[in-house]
């Protein structure tokens, strides 16, 4: 084969070489994942709580009329808004006229009522205190009397044993001249001492006898009654009387018509035209003049995010309103599903509707940390968490990039970023955060461009 020859297949050799490689290389730009990378910086990290809810009045106001009182007109309905001052309602005049008549009626029947519990009193004190002075009396007589039958019957009984001494004393000389007649003397004097003994000790008993029925009969007039009130009953009777006839006089100087004490939202209504009221509220009102309070339910999970005095932001769900600058009053676990939590946060006077929706975000921070990464750069595998980097790595056909795995540890991570523990990666690592296909470690990449 001569040299042209040689030169030509050599040629022709050369070509097919470079049709390979380009072929191959169209090829492998063809089959090659695609990425995107990031490189690991200085990042702070927050924690984003979003939750819906409703906004509630803060404090109801309730507003009530006098009872039995028959509703004529309403003004109002639930939902409306009210300006202190706005009729409410209106009850019936003539019903209300007829219900003044009959409480003076009943005033002036216990006015009366408490006229004789008061007689009545002083006549049974009068009673009470003539009794006594009689009992006093009576007593006084007793012991008087009672000393004077003694004292004679004392004063008897010294003069028969006197008598009997005497005539002891003069025995002798009696017998002399009549010894019959001495006998019988002496038998005539020891009854009449005998008698008077035993009137002396009748006196006695029969003093104490008195003076002890005539000292218990006092007693008794002394003892104290029991308490009667029956005056003091009918006092408050009156004054109880006096306020509702007051109170009926002031609406019907008010024309019947009961209006709103504060601005407010009507809530709730308990009574409707032709029903009487009763002594409940007639209706509930939300107390504007006092703010309202956004209340909604988060997942348990976040409680770690969600604190006493963190800052609050508001959107409305009808108006797109946003409410800033305010923060969590409490959170406490929901009542009926422990796994919730219920935070409240009060608002401002007229910052949003009552009973309109609005969304509440929270965002707390965690920390800055020096290696963060996207968090769609994490990968999670056989226990371990990890990332792709790309490398470089010389191949036939020359520097070829590559994706190497590296595993890491999470410090704190949220629904963007991940900071990942310091000496994980290097600042100037290229972190695949994106492919267009799956990769493994070793797998050959290319940047997107």
Known sequence: MNRKSLLKLLGIFLAMMVAFTLLSRSSSSITVARVKTASPGNVAIYHKVVASGKVMENQEQPVSTEANQKIARMYIHEGDSVEAGDVLFQVDQEILKEQIIAGKQELEKLKLEYED?????????????????????????AVQKGDQDVSWAAYELDYANGKLNEFYANRKEVEEVDGSESQDSEEALVEAVNAAQKAYEEALSARETAIRTARRALEDARAKEGTDSTVKQKELEIETKKLQLQKLQKLAKAEGKVTSPVKGVVTKLNVSVGELTGENAALLLADLTTGCKFVAQVDKTKDKYLEKNAAVTLESGDTKKMVENVKIDSVELNEEDKNLLEVTVY??????????????????????????????????????????VVQEKDTILGTQLTAAKVAVTVQEKNETYAALEDGNLSAGQKVIVDSSRSIDDGSPVRLAE
């Open 347 to 388: 608002l401002p006077a007229d910052s949003l509707d009552i009973g309109s929706s609005a969304d509440m975000t929270v965002q707390q921070k965690s920390g800055t940390y020096n290696c963060c990464v996207p968090i769609q750069a994490l990968n999670e595998g056989n226990g371990e968490t990890f990332v792709y």
């Open 117 to 141: 519990a008061v007689s009545g009193k002083e006549v049974n004190q009068e009673k009470k205190n003539l009794t006594l002075q009689r009992a006093q009396e009576d007593y006084d007589v």
